[in-house]
């Protein structure tokens, strides 16, 4: 099966042998000339297999995430990478908050929803993508949503990244571009081609320019979302 | 027939001696304050170590071929430090950079 699709501005050329990629990214069906083309063997459903986890899915997904995965390849030659987080836009502008899986970044975008209501648009709930410019940086919805299916094909200029610790109390502090990097990187797609992997690494530096960063400790109760949102918002 | 002696002559080579450098597909990555060592994808430890400039300094001289010893002697001649407490940091990096598998030897 074929089809072409446009992601974070990239438009790719997608050949597989399953229908299970062409499903996910029906949102991101486009007409335009690819700027890359990737295709699928049974080598790298095995390969995906091999991964964590991959021994519980079929292959119609293996090779979904086979498809992600070389698009992820690619996109740093886009200036754009693979950031796991939970993205939204509210009033236009995106914010996203990244944490291991499970510490509850899904849970405190779902309280940032109810405290801004119509104000608030999920770009994606998983593994959205950013572009990261000279001096702005844009967050991007993409196929892989999570598994509520949460996000849109849409995108915002990126203006505050929130890292999210588990806590007793809510509290929220910005810190330097440097003291988050390390866990910016861990969230980052990383490529297995090293120059890849480079030009990702400078595109996390970019961050710097145009971006801002937090870390908030929280709980689940609806305040930690005032707390994130005021602070995020200045 | 007198008696046979046999002279065996065994040639070790020191392990400070050993050559040795960074395996490809760990990346360096400099930071304001710290050195970050990353690898790509491909490779088998898939996650990061942080470091002082110290650390920077010992990565940088293992982009290339390198022994122990010639790392020692650089950083004895770049800090003013006791030469034991130098030598015991590097082995302990190097030791690091083992058990993630980021050293070729």
């Known amino acids: 099966m074929t089809g072409t699709y446009t992601i974070a501005g990239v438009t790719v050329n997608v050949s597989t042998i399953y229908d299970g990629f062409h499903i996910f990214a029906g949102d991101y069906v486009s007409g335009g000339e690819p700027d890359f083309f990737a295709a699928t063997s049974h080598d790298d459903i095995e390969f995906e297999r091999s991964q964590p986890g991959g021994d519980l899915c079929d292959d119609s997904y293996l090779e979904a995430l086979a498809v992600f995965r070389k698009i992820s390849e690619r996109m740093p030659d886009y200036d754009s990478f693979l950031f796991h987080c939970s993205a939204l836009s509210v009033d236009g502008f995106g914010y996203v908050f990244a944490a291991p899986s499970g510490t509850g970044k899904s849970t405190h975008a779902a309280l940032w929803r109810k405290l801004l209501g119509e104000r608030l648009v999920m770009v994606n709930d998983d593994k959205p993508m950013i572009r990261a410019g000279i001096d702005s940086a844009e967050v991007y919805g993409s196929p892989f949503n999570g598994k509520h299916n949460l996000g849109n094909n849409i995108h915002a200029p990126l203006r505050a990244v929130c890292i999210l610790r588990r806590g007793e109390s809510n509290h929220i502090e910005e810190i330097t571009h440097e003291k988050a990097y390390p866990f910016l990187l861990r969230q980052t797609y990383r490529p297995y081609d090293k120059s890849s992997l480079a030009k990702t690494l400078a595109l996390l530096d970019r961050l710097k320019n145009s971006v801002r960063f937090y870390e908030l400790h929280c709980n689940m109760n609806p305040d930690a979302a005032k707390v994130s949102w005021e602070a995020m918002s200045q | ?105």
């Open chain 2, 1 to 105: 027939m007198g008696d046979i002696i046999f002279l065996i002559l065994f040639f070790y080579t020191r392990k400070e001696d050993l050559h040795m450098k960074l395996r490809n597909e760990f990346l360096i990555h400099q930071n304001e304050s710290e050195t970050l060592l990353v690898p790509a994808g491909s490779a088998e430890f898939s996650g990061i170590i942080k470091g002082n400039a110290t650390f920077g300094e010992i990565l940088s001289l293992l982009k290339d071929d390198v022994t122990e010893s010639k790392i020692i002697e650089t950083l004895c001649k770049e800090y003013d430090a006791p030469e034991e407490i130098i030598s015991r940091d590097v082995k302990k990096i190097l030791d690091s950079l083992r058990q993630v598998k980021a050293l070729e030897e």
